[in-house]
């Protein structure tokens, strides 16, 4: 039996029952009732945005696809796509582990359209390097417009004496510089990066100038599903609120736990301590619904109509 398999699963199995714990801690003063009227008293204008930007996150998603057959230089049609990229995020959003659950996902979809393993396995790096990427260059925005970012979640005075902030700054212009290196790599044409029997050839300058633009936009249009969502009052603002969504994302996304359950909540929760929690707990929720509930059940609707389409076929 190789252990290694359970490793990961274990981890975010652990996170989810560790960051529960915290976030039931964390809310036993705060009533179903006073969430329910949280979300009562979000506007139907801030419903529509937070929906149009959840709209606009997966939309961004299917352009990851895109830019990776362009890199591939193959040809799919262009619903097809899309359906296979959202469906493939809805599931990996959810199930958790997006690279490898994405990887068998996408690999079902396109070997019906002509791709081999190894071409599905440079489009799933491929994504996950616009993924990468832009998180590295959004977040290196933030911790130099932001760099007393960290506050809010940690008691740093002493980082304070010694320049805490210049040192957050320091790590998103290290951050943007590491974005700038890939780009000249890029005008370099550097040699293939060979991972076992995969190579995968440095994108070109057109294939990163699209990475820079739609990978930035989905995280930027995921973090406006929060920010809609959350109340008026105390409310610190768009960039102030994306920043929190990136770290609160981030970790989520490092401690693997399915959908982020518990681990996205704690982060988030800590990072607006002068909001009502109710109302931030709301705006949780909606954003549970609109980025992972909703499309989950989508999702799965594709899947059924796809192996169904399949079935067919091959009984013919």
Known sequence: MNLRRFIWPVIGLAAVAFSVWV?????????????????????????????????????????????????????VSWLFVTLCSFTTYALSHNIGGSVFSGAVIRYRAYATRGLSGQQVGVLVAICWIT??????????????????????????????????????AGAGI??????VAYVFGSWLHLKPLKIGSIQIHYPRLPIVARQLVIGPLEILAAGAILYFALPVENNPGYLVVFAIFLVAFSAAQISHAPGGLGVFEVV????????????????????RMFYLIIPLVLALIVVLLFERSQFGRAAN
Do not use: C
Not at 37 to 63: C, E, F, K, N, P
Not at 271 to 284: F, Y
């Open 174 to 179: 290290a951050m943007i510089l590491l974005v």
């Open 23 to 75: 976030l039931f801690n964390e809310l036993r003063g705060i009533s179903l009732d006073d969430v329910w009227a949280s979300l009562a008293a979000i506007r139907w204008t801030h419903w529509l945005l937070a929906a149009l930007s959840s709209v606009v996150a997966y939309a961004a998603l299917a352009g990851y696809d895109h830019i990776a057959l362009m890199h591939l230089e193959k040809r």
């Open 131 to 168: 993924f990468v990427l832009s998180s590295i260059l959004l977040g290196g925005i933030v911790l130099i417009l932001i760099p007393d970012l960290f506050d809010r979640f940690a008691d740093v005075s002493v980082f304070k004496e010694v320049g805490y902030g210049g040192l957050s």
């Open 268 to 287: 988030f929760l800590a990072g607006l301590p002068q909001m009502d929690q109710a109302g931030v707990i709301a705006a949780l929720l909606v954003f």
